[in-house]
RNA sequence: GGAGAGGUGGCCGAGUGGUCGAAGGCGCACGCCUGGAAAGCGUGUAUCCGCCUAAAGCGGAUCAAGGGUUCGAAUCCCUUUCUCUCCGCCA
């Protein structure tokens, strides 16, 4: 959500900016300045009204104490009437912040002054590009072709036991896998992120605290009988952590790492796009959030993507970094890059981590605070980035290394999977 | 799942119808004291909204949440929710 005063000082800016996006906000914009107006006006005559009330009760009381009860009769229904009366003002002040902060919620973060304009990911930015393209043969293949022949992922099981898009990963797969969790867990330690374990199912509170509800309801998978969300991401455990509360200024950043498994229904995809490991509904992914200082958010922003950068350096993975257009930016982010590894086998790029500063959007939602040092307690900003989603690097590990004698395994993961080559 | 107890400020804890946003203590901050520290003394110490762009000031709301009784509710009633204890079940 953004913060209402934007739109009370300079609503044209406002709507400027959002054209960045492609997003058409004038009508909404202009309903909630009247709302806003009106909101306050109601809120006047409330509180002027309430305080009559409070009033009278208190000089009734006195009455009373001084003995002079029937004097107090006539102030008796003067109160009854002002109750009835900030009754209804009460009513209509409800129905319309109600309304205030339901269209509120249908405004998506201000990007950026750095977002490019743009409607789909033709129009990202690619910033910076790094690594070596691998020289494969004609023959290189997919991987979920070299996951069959090595036997170290079994989709048809998956599929049986589950369904689509439920992969199970077997043998030195598996293992291979875990090394990728320790060694992310590991490194981000190093960097100075905390570890986390956080719960796989959220509530409704704090799936609306990051902004899964209610703008993408139908992705979550839902347990009815306990009204309770698997996580798409740890991110929505991990940020709400801080949810509702206020924190110190010298407190930030804070610094959050978690791997969890990771569950998207991902309804409406379907074609070459999801092919092997390419789009599931559980994968595993270690995650880094930070609850930053908003003076210094950017900062923040940049530290974390070289901090991923530097993984897929390790990993010896080519890379690209792209800062997404407007049209292709998430509702809750105000700035985002992706970074894509290229796998060879497959002779595409593959998104495997995004990270975004989603400034207050989330902490406005959240009441995420801290208190500065002088004035009033501020919003604090909040980031976070995939480092890494597995499935995506885990394709390019495998199609990037393939050799005639098996699939080389990078240096760095030797002392995770006890292994150098997957044959 | 069954039975009981209870949710008050950063924490502990008092408060059973009026002057209670809430005693007292702890913690924290600042000041005094000290060679320095501890102790001691003093002062201050919730959040949100509005008047007003801001400070001061004023008004309103908040004692788990929602509703009700009453002129007036932290206090009485109802509902929901959460926590704790005991029993049951169980990784």
Known sequence: MIDIQKIREDSKAVIERYQVRNFNASDLVRRIKELDARRREAQQELDSTLADANATARKIGELFKSGKR?????????????????????????????????????????????????????????????????????????????????????????????GAGFPVYKGKGAVLQRALISFFLEEAGKAGYTEYQPPLMVNAESAYGTGQ????????????????????????????????????????????????????????????DVRGLNRLHQFDKVEIVQVAHPDTSYEVLDEMVDYVAGLLEKLELPFRVARLCGGDLGFASALTYDMEVYSAGQKRWLEVSSISNFETYQAQRMKLRFRPA??????????????????????????????????????????????????
């Not at 980035?385 to 590990?397: F, H, N, T």
Request: include cysteine.
């Open 70 to 162: 029937d004097e107090a009769e006539p102030l008796k229904e003067q109160s009854a009437d002002l109750k009835k009366r900030s009754k209804k003002l009460q009513e209509e002040m409800d129905a319309v912040t109600h309304e205030l902060q339901e269209l509120m919620t249908n405004l998506p973060m201000l990007p950026h002054p750095s977002v490019p304009a743009g409607n789909t990911e033709e129009d990202n930015e690619v910033i910076r590009e790094e690594g070596e393209m691998p020289q494969l043969p004609e023959s290189a293949k997919a991987h979920w072709e070299l996951a069959a022949r090595y036997d170290l992922i079994d989709f048809a099981a998956g599929t049986k036991v589950t």
């Open 374 to 423: 002088e004035g009033k307690n501020r919003l604090a900003h909040t980031l976070n980035g995939s480092a890494l989603a597995l499935p995506r690097v885990m394709a390019a590990l495998l199609e990037n290394n393939q050799t005639a004698d098996g699939i080389r395994v990078p240096a760095i993961l030797h002392k995770y999977t006890g292994f150098d080559m997957i044959q």
């Open 213 to 272: 509800l209610p703008d993408k309801d139908g992705q979550m998978y839902h347990v009815a009988s306990d009204d309770l969300y698997l996580i798409p991401t740890s991110e929505v455990p991990i940020t709400n952590i801080f949810r509702d509360t206020i924190m110190e200024e010298n407190e930030l950043p804070v610094k959050c790492t978690a791997y969890s498994v990771c569950f998207r229904r991902e309804a409406g995809s379907y074609g070459k």
